[in-house]
């Protein structure tokens, strides 16, 4: 069965970590495994402004062996009304996976349903799971572990950051603290799911309003823009999300030696302040690199039927 990864809970906790073991061993030995020599082609997709998962993608596809066929503006391949189901039936007859960055969910769900090869969320309204492995990849190097971390993500609980936190955070045993206030908050639904999976891996996680409360004592801190793209209200949700901001005061409730995530891009000033961004916590430069290691291994992995044994250079 083919395999896909739309939202974090498509890999189970076993899964999660042989793709992490995979992604250590591609940083330590970059241009060792050619999978997708041939060249295999895997199409990325963009229908959002990026840079960090556009260079990240088509710099591992290209190591990996493959040929990257990257889109910017899916516009010139479905700017004359046809369904998504078309296009999947379409390219799964040529290219070895798809990877695509769109607004809704179902879209994504649309395509993976027609799609005969692994289709990749690479970031939707409602997740952005290849960001957590990149962020679960640093965590681990950093502090040797994932399980039984404490991490407190702060600002715009309702994201797709904060969703696939959740999940993936969840799913890797982690504690988990959203704090975001009232019209912030993450969705029910998703919120239950992660508890869910929390439940089986020894994890937990909680939403909460309190920013002093949700920094006490964690390991991680993690923050992403309070304006994601597509959305409005710009001035409303910065005065809202202010108290929620990472600073340097922030960062004294929090364990000592705690590091700072920040997907990026960051606004400076708004969800972190410079000092922090660039200060001794902050592991954001890793954190982007790692996105490089954490899809090849992803990709390779799915490519492979799931068993991360199926190209050449994995024996
Ligand atoms: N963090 C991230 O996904 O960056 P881009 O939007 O630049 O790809
Ligand atoms: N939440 C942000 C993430 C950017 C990588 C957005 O969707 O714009």
Redesign the pocket.
Known sequence: MTRHFLRDDDLSPAEQAQVLELAAAMKKDRFGYRPFEGPRTVAVLFD?P?A??RVSFHTGIGELGGLPLVVDNVSVLMGRGEPVADLARVLDRQVSAIVWRTTGQALIDEMAAHSRVPVVNA?T?EF?PC?ILADLQTVHERLGRTAGVTLTYLG?GA???AHSYLLGGATAGMHVRIAGPAGYQPDAVILDQAAAIAAKTGGSVVALSDPVAAAQGTHVIAT??W?????EGKEERVAALRPYQVNGELLEHAAHDAIVLH???AYRGNEITAEVLEGPRSVVWDQAENRLHAQKALLHWLVSGGTGRGGQGMG
């Open positions: 959002k990026s960090r998962t970031l309204d952005h960001q715009d994201n797709n950051m992403d823009t304006v994601s793209m597509g959305q997907c990026l891009p």
